[in-house]
């Protein structure tokens, strides 16, 4: 949407016209197959929906802060690229510390009992190999691939 300096123009119009045409078309493919790539009828849960919602308004403000941010610093504010660098690093360097509190601190007794006992076996049983099973995942094939 960059395209003509800030300004929304006819080319950003077609873009973005082209760009719903294709979200459309694809819905309108996946609703003609037996198996399409995403199930629509799962949006109908409210909660995946919510947190589809959501997690696009995190996705927006995170590339909003990492991409759009070091720009702004250094062309509008005319900061050099050590100064960018460490205004860039406050964000991680706080909130490090924090989330590391933060999950320590609601781990329960019976959490912290596991994580030691595990911790303790792990150390404990670098001596023999454990067997370990891994679940087998399954994938529905259409009868076209096999073919």
């Known amino acids: 949407m960059t395209i003509g300096r ?4 006819p080319l950003n119009l ?4 082209a ?8 819905v309108f493919a996946g609703k003609k197959v037996a198996s399409p790539l995403i199930q629509l009828t799962m949006f109908r ?5 919510a947190s589809l ?3 696009a308004l995190v996705m927006t403000v995170m590339m909003a802060t990492l991409v759009v941010g070091p720009f ?3 062309r509008t504010l005319h900061l050099d690229a050590a100064r960018v660098g460490l ?4 964000g991680p360097i706080l909130s490090a510390p924090v989330s590391y509190t933060h999950l320590r601190a609601h781990e329960t007794v019976l959490a912290l009992v596991c994580r030691l006992l595990l911790e ?3 150390t404990t049983s670098t001596r023999t190999p454990a067997r370990r099973t891994v679940p087998l995942l399954h994938f529905q094939l259409d009868h076209a691939v096999l073919a």
């Open 14 to 17: 077609g873009l973005l016209l």
């Open 53 to 55: 919602v959501i997690s």
């Open 120 to 122: 303790k076996e792990n």
């Open 19 to 26: 760009a719903g045409a294709g979200a459309g078309l694809f």
């Open 45 to 49: 849960d409210p909660r995946l929906s």
């Open 87 to 90: 205004v860039m690093s406050i």
């Open 72 to 74: 702004y610093l250094s």
């Open 6 to 9: 800030g300004s929304f123009g």
